[in-house]
């Protein structure tokens, strides 16, 4: 039998079965494996050598990572409370001539969403309720320069539509700059009626017993040079506001299916004669029924005229 | 870019180049991106500068601690598909034909090019078939991890060899071979 046979034989031969050039052959072959084995082995504890040094950088990187999340986490912690801090309080005065209720929630540490309370330099109160695209840090920081840039204004005019198209003309490039825009919903009220500027805000108006839905058909904030629309409606004792971002009523359940402005306007005009939180409180149970999950940033505003 | 062979410069062959990184691709050495940039826009029929095989060779070398026996295995897998997939069966015929392939530095001077001194030589110092013993001196600019895994992978291709050993531990330069 050939040494090839042997092998192949699986047995353990005889001593006469091997002629002693198949011995030589095999005593060759079996170096050869050896050197074989002896490369195999080190290449492998190379590579096993390699792959415990890069999972040592990794628990490195990783640890690393850890400590920025961490500083991450803090400066957002601290910034979550600085933007709450610049959310408003409802003054005494505004307080004594409306009920208000206000769901307000971001969907990070820090969001987009922002609603204000003002008074304009004839004295009469002003609701804003904003969506700065985006979400996070930027959005936030984007949020307290409208409130700068409100702030300032408000001190010179009283029509919404003059005061939102100074901030527009006067953030446009710095919105451009920063990649940013938002959602403008302006109300300025009198003893009896309202004014309001809305580019892409929500609102919705119950006043005696009809309805009236906000026109938003205007520009957001930074998208374009263009005038805005002013819109006046009658706003008297026992009428009911709502103004709110889209994060609700984009809102989608399991089946994808959007919540929709339509919905949320009619559950508030089903509650409408209800004190204020109660018609909040409906909405949001409602939503939170519908919804598979919060996507968005939230804000609704819910106003009743007291006088 | 490939360049045109010029006798002040040091260049190497495209397809050594490639070799070396699909080996390097073949054995999982590397991954990725970066496989994907050792091949580049590398031509296998055109020359480059020396230091191309060197960028390449780094990549193994900065990612492994230890990239000796990596080297030795990439060069063992070029051989083996300079055997099995290029030019390599025309030119030789068994294990030991590889040895006589080197004689002169004729299979070494088919893949570098430059000045002598920078060139260097790979060259068959010594053979005996019956004693199975052979000896390379290299002074080639290629690093010498590589070049005993050329001589493994080269002279095992054929398949006819039992037995192959190669040291250069002593002096990196000299190849002691020793086969059956």
Same mark, same amino acid.
């Given at each position: 039998?050939?040494?090839?046979?042997? #092998? =192949?034989?699986?047995?353990? /031969? %005889?001593?006469?079965?091997?002629?002693?050039?198949?011995?030589?052959?095999? !005593?060759? *072959?079996?170096?050869?494996?050896?050197?074989?084995?002896?490369?195999?082995?080190?290449?492998?504890?190379?590579?096993?050598?390699?792959?415990?040094?890069?999972?040592?950088?990794?628990?490195?990187?990783?640890?690393?990572?850890?400590?920025?999340?961490?500083?991450?986490?803090?400066?957002?912690?601290?910034?979550?409370?600085?933007?709450?801090?610049?959310?408003?309080?409802?003054?005494?005065?505004?307080?004594?001539?409306?009920?208000?209720?206000?769901?307000?929630?971001?969907?990070?540490?820090?969001?987009?969403?922002?609603?204000?309370?003002?008074?304009?330099?004839?004295?009469?109160?002003?609701?804003?309720?904003?969506?700065?695209?985006?979400?996070?840090?930027?959005?936030?920081?984007?949020?307290?320069?409208?409130?700068?840039?409100?702030?300032?204004? #408000? =001190?010179?005019?009283?029509? /919404? %539509?003059?005061?939102?198209?100074?901030?527009?003309?006067?953030?446009?490039? !710095?919105? *451009?700059?920063?990649?940013?825009?938002?959602?403008?919903?302006?109300?300025?009220?009198?003893?009896?009626?309202?004014?309001?500027?809305?580019?892409?805000?929500?609102?919705?108006?119950?006043?005696?017993?009809?309805?009236?839905?906000?026109?938003?058909?205007?520009?957001?904030?930074?998208?374009?040079?263009?005038?805005?629309?002013?819109?006046?409606?009658?706003?008297?004792?026992?009428?009911?506001?709502?103004?709110?971002?889209?994060?609700?009523?984009?809102?989608?359940?399991?089946?994808?299916?959007?919540?929709?402005?339509?919905?949320?306007?009619?559950?508030?005009?089903?509650?409408?004669?209800?004190?204020?939180?109660?018609?909040?409180?409906?909405?949001?149970?409602?939503?939170?029924?519908?919804?598979?999950?919060?996507?968005?940033?939230?804000?609704? #505003?819910?106003?009743?005229?007291?006088? | 870019?490939?360049?045109?062979?010029?006798?002040?410069?040091?260049?190497?062959?495209?397809?050594?180049?490639?070799?070396?990184?699909?080996?390097?691709?073949?054995?999982?050495?590397?991954?990725?991106?970066?496989?994907?940039?050792?091949?580049?826009?590398?031509?296998?029929?055109?020359?480059?500068?020396?230091?191309?095989?060197?960028?390449?060779?780094?990549?193994?070398?900065?990612?492994?601690?230890?990239?000796?026996?990596?080297?030795?295995?990439?060069?063992?897998?070029?051989?083996?598909?300079?055997?099995?997939?290029?030019?390599?069966?025309?030119?030789?015929?068994?294990?030991?034909?590889?040895?006589?392939?080197?004689?002169?530095?004729?299979?070494?001077?088919?893949?570098?090019?430059?000045?002598?001194?920078?060139?260097?030589?790979?060259?068959?110092?010594?053979?005996?078939?019956?004693?199975?013993?052979?000896?390379?001196?290299?002074?080639?600019?290629?690093?010498?991890?590589?070049?005993?895994?050329?001589?493994?992978?080269?002279?095992?291709?054929?398949?006819?060899?039992?037995?192959?050993?190669?040291?250069?531990?002593?002096?990196?330069?000299?190849?002691?071979?020793?086969?059956?």
């Amino acid at each position: 039998m050939s040494l090839e046979e042997l #092998l =192949e034989s699986g047995t353990v /031969p %005889k001593k006469e079965d091997i002629s002693e050039e198949e011995l030589v052959k095999l !005593f060759r *072959k079996f170096r050869g494996l050896q050197k074989k084995q002896e490369r195999d082995q080190a290449f492998w504890a190379a590579t096993n050598e390699n792959l415990k040094i890069a999972y040592e950088k990794l628990d490195e990187q990783e640890r690393e990572l850890a400590k920025a999340y961490g500083i991450i986490q803090d400066d957002l912690s601290v910034a979550s409370k600085i933007q709450a801090a610049l959310l408003p309080e409802l003054s005494k005065k505004m307080a004594s001539e409306l009920d208000l209720a206000v769901y307000h929630k971001q969907l990070a540490e820090v969001g987009g969403d922002y609603y204000d309370f003002f008074k304009t330099c004839s004295g009469s109160f002003a609701i804003g309720v904003f969506d700065i695209s985006g979400h996070g840090v930027s959005a936030a920081l984007v949020m307290t320069y409208l409130k700068a840039q409100f702030m300032t204004i #408000l =001190e010179a005019l009283d029509s /919404p %539509k003059e005061i939102v198209e100074w901030v527009n003309n006067t953030s446009y490039d !710095f919105l *451009k700059t920063v990649k940013k825009y938002t959602t403008v919903n302006f109300v300025v009220m009198n003893t009896t009626a309202l004014r309001y500027v809305s580019g892409g805000g929500f609102g919705l108006l119950l006043s005696g017993k009809g309805s009236t839905v906000f026109e938003k058909r205007d520009a957001f904030l930074g998208l374009r040079r263009r005038p805005f629309h002013e819109y006046e409606l009658p706003f008297k004792k026992g009428d009911l506001l709502a103004m709110y971002t889209d994060g609700i009523v984009e809102a989608q359940n399991s089946s994808g299916a959007d919540y929709s402005v339509q919905r949320l306007n009619d559950l508030i005009i089903k509650n409408a004669k209800k004190p204020v939180q109660e018609i909040l409180d409906r909405c949001l149970e409602d939503y939170k029924e519908f919804r598979s999950k919060d996507s968005d940033d939230i804000t609704l #505003l819910i106003a009743r005229k007291k006088v | 870019m490939a360049k045109e062979k010029k006798e002040t410069e040091l260049v190497v062959f495209g397809a050594t180049i490639q070799g070396f990184a699909q080996a390097c691709i073949n054995l999982n050495i590397v991954a990725g991106t970066k496989a994907e940039n050792l091949i580049g826009e590398i031509e296998v029929n055109g020359w480059y500068p020396f230091e191309k095989l060197r960028e390449v060779e780094r990549v193994v070398i900065e990612v492994y601690e230890n990239s000796g026996p990596i080297l030795e295995r990439v060069g063992m897998e070029m051989m083996l598909g300079w055997y099995n997939y290029g030019p390599g069966k025309e030119i030789v015929n068994n294990g030991v034909g590889f040895l006589h392939f080197q004689t002169g530095s004729q299979g070494y001077a088919s893949v570098v090019k430059g000045p002598e001194k920078l060139v260097g030589s790979f060259n068959l110092e010594f053979l005996d078939e019956d004693s199975g013993k052979a000896r390379i001196h290299s002074t080639t600019p290629f690093n010498k991890d590589m070049e005993r895994g050329v001589i493994i992978g080269g002279m095992s291709a054929p398949g006819d060899l039992d037995y192959i050993d190669v040291k250069n531990g002593a002096n990196p330069q000299i190849f002691d071979i020793e086969f059956a």
